[in-house]
T-cell receptor, first 115, second 116 residues
Framework: AQTVTQSQPEMSVQEAETVTLSCTYD???????LFWYKQPPSRQMILVIR??????QNATENRFSVNFQKAAKSFSLKISDSQLGDAAMYFC????????????FGTGTRLKVLA | ETGVTQTPRHLVMGMTNKKSLKCEQH?????MYWYKQSAKKPLELMFV???????ENNSVPSRFSPECPNSSHLFLHLHTLQPEDSALYLC???????????????FGEGSRLTVL
């Protein structure tokens, strides 16, 4: 069975600094998606970044980038120039491409941004 | 209205009440989901509908009853709930093809349920 593990329940970063959130996953599939979602307090969960496993290039969205290591089954999120608005729960998720509508989520990492 | 909207945002109910959660998506997606979010636990998939047909039912107790009248609307009917059912219930949608996933989930803001 596929699993997603986020080993850091909580992280802190100083405003304007860089932070990396870790995620590992387990699957026997070769074609899949990986996602990072952000859930601010009492607000909607939104997609931060998405990676397709067949793409070797790491995805980037403005200040957010990933380090996708397929062989190691690792998918970390780097946030550069952290802002107060980045404070949220961050969830790593996996889904098999064409798979039966199952998205597997990790337990989340709470990110605090210090002014 | 854009995206995925859920009502009500907050709901308090007794164990003998019957209530419903509503979700509506304005994205033209063909799959809709109910997830349960509890503190310090991964999101738990409850139900998935694809083209109005239930394709996943993740061993959810029968006191939760989903309904998908069309591809834009999804309901979760609640009856005789237990206090441990208190949680944030998230609705989501995605665009899929026959056979499953082709992209990401889009979430609503959630319905915070408290069962007394």
């Amino acid at each position: 069975a596929q699993t997603v593990t986020q080993s850091q329940p909580e992280m802190s970063v100083q405003e304007a600094e860089t932070v990396t959130l870790s995620c590992t996953y387990d699957t026997s599939e070769s074609d899949y998606y990986l996602f990072w979602y952000k859930q601010p307090p009492s607000r909607q969960m939104i997609l931060v970044i998405r990676q397709e496993a067949y793409k070797q290039q790491n995805a980037t969205e403005n200040r957010f980038s990933v380090n996708f290591q397929k062989a190691a089954k690792s998918f970390s999120l780097k946030i550069s120039d952290s802002q107060l608005g980045d404070a949220a729960m961050y969830f790593c998720a996996y889904s098999r491409r064409g798979g039966t509508y199952k998205y597997i989520f990790g337990t989340g990492t709470r990110l605090k941004v210090l002014a | 209205e854009t995206g995925v909207t859920q009502t009500p945002r907050h709901l308090v109910m007794g164990m003998t009440n019957k209530k419903s959660l509503k979700c509506e998506q304005h994205l033209g997606h063909n799959a809709m989901y109910w997830y349960k979010q509890s503190a310090k636990k991964p999101l738990e998939l409850m139900f998935v509908y694809s083209l109005e047909e239930r394709v996943e039912n993740n061993s959810v107790p029968s006191r939760f009853s989903p309904e998908c009248p069309n591809s834009s609307h999804l309901f979760l009917h609640l009856h005789t709930l237990q206090p441990e059912d208190s949680a944030l219930y998230l609705c989501a949608s995605s665009q899929g093809r026959q056979g499953g996933i082709t992209g990401e989930l889009f979430f609503g803001e959630g319905s915070r349920l408290t069962v007394l």
